[in-house]
């Protein structure tokens, strides 16, 4: 049974670090490129970072290129969303998702989802 899991949420001031981590099972997820997404209320889900399978390559949304780093380490089937400078605009659900073979910041071609973690950021 494929699951992905997200964990490392929680509630942070402006300014701040969080570390997210996405958690694989049932699957080989050297095989996936691993995005990362978030949702806010009443807005629509935006891709924000994703890790290619083949060669680590990382794709960043510009709104946090200088500030979210993602990595993986595969050995432990986990990758990693570090969020540095955190802003109130940062609130949202965020989610890990992956797709066999490419990498993507739209939602459209991943294939699994974890459950969601929230990030709330507010002083």
């Known amino acids: 049974q494929v699951q992905l899991v997200e964990s490392g949420g929680g509630s942070v001031q402006p300014g701040g670090s969080l570390r997210l981590s996405c958690a694989g099972s049932?699957?080989?997820?050297?095989?996936?490129?691993i995005g990362w997404f978030r949702q806010a209320p009443g807005k629509e889900r935006e891709g924000i970072a994703c890790?290619?399978?083949?060669?680590?390559?990382?794709y960043l949304a510009d709104s946090v290129k200088a500030r979210f780093t993602i990595s993986r380490d595969n050995a432990q089937n986990t990758v990693y969303l570090q969020m540095n400078g955190l802003k109130p605009e940062d609130t949202a659900v965020y989610y890990c998702?992956?797709?066999?073979?490419?990498?993507?910041?739209?939602?459209?071609?991943?294939?699994?989802w974890g459950q969601g973690t929230q990030v709330t950021v507010s002083s």
């Open positions: 890790i290619s399978n083949k060669d680590g390559t990382t």
């Open positions: 049932g699957f080989t997820l050297s095989d996936y490129g």
């Open positions: 998702a992956a797709v066999y073979f490419i990498c993507a910041l739209v939602p459209a071609p991943f294939d699994y």
